[in-house]
């Protein structure tokens, strides 16, 4: 039961363009979205999150778009960097219940070619 | 000074064999978690401690059994190891739930041969 998928496994991105990781939840009571970053051997690092009151967060290079109504989001990095390569998480919870428990997607491995 | 450290980093060892791995926070927040990373890569919560309370405990097997002395440790024990258990386990904490985002550690590989 995944309750959020990231259908893509990979992404591959030339340096300098546009990165656009997206993310698909089926729980219709998730009203707070988070995107973690996670290097080789390291934990997962808090990048950014957003709200259901909004559609949109940006922060820096990173963006983050909500479509409520498509139960859909993505993740957008502009301009990609080489160190930006990793494997990003797309997570969903409830806050107005547990808020404690984070539901993480598979992940999508990026790779920003020089 | 590590935010959230584990240890092991890594721990290999044969079925039927009880291990702990360790965790310890020294970012004063109050909620304490373990996730945990199978083969197909899906990182799934365990166990959420808030001040030394469990508050979720995510049909894990009672063999897998969670401490927490203090809000700034939270320790995973793990009796009679089966195959199934190698995993990646993350430890993580937060100060007000999920909404202010985990703070995770580098985890601990466990390989049961």
């Known amino acids: 039961d995944q309750q959020v998928k990231q259908n893509s496994p990979s992404l591959s991105v030339q340096e300098g363009r546009i990165s656009i990781l997206n993310c698909d939840y089926t729980n219709s009571m998730f009203d707070y979205f988070l995107w973690y970053k996670k290097y080789p051997a390291e934990g997962p690092t808090f990048l950014i999150s957003?709200?259901?009151?909004?559609d949109k967060n940006e922060d820096g290079r990173f963006t983050v778009f909500l479509n409520k109504s498509a139960k859909h989001l993505s993740l957008h990095i502009v301009p990609s960097q080489p160190g930006d390569s990793a494997v990003y998480f797309c997570?969903?919870?409830?806050?107005?219940?547990?808020?404690?428990?984070?539901?993480f997607g598979k992940g999508t491995l990026l790779t920003v070619n020089p | 000074d590590t935010a959230v450290s584990q240890t092991p980093k890594y721990l290999v060892t044969q079925m039927g064999n009880d291990k702990s791995i360790k965790c310890e926070q020294n970012l004063g927040h109050d909620t304490m978690y373990w996730y945990k990373q199978d083969s197909k890569k899906f990182l799934k919560i365990m166990f959420s401690?808030?001040?030394?309370?469990?508050?979720i405990n995510e049909t894990v097997p009672n063999r897998f059994s969670p401490k927490s002395p203090d809000k700034a440790h939270l320790n995973l024990h793990i009796n009679s190891l089966e195959l199934g258990d190698s995993a990646v386990y993350f430890c993580?904490?937060?100060?007000?739930?999920?909404?202010?985002?985990?703070?995770f550690g580098s985890g601990t590989r466990l390989t049961v041969v």
């Open positions: 993580a904490s937060s100060k007000q739930g999920a909404l202010g985002g985990y703070t």
């Open positions: 957003i709200s259901s009151i909004k």
């Open positions: 401690y808030n001040n030394k309370e469990l508050i």
């Open positions: 997570a969903g919870t409830d806050s107005g219940g547990s808020n404690y428990k984070l539901t």
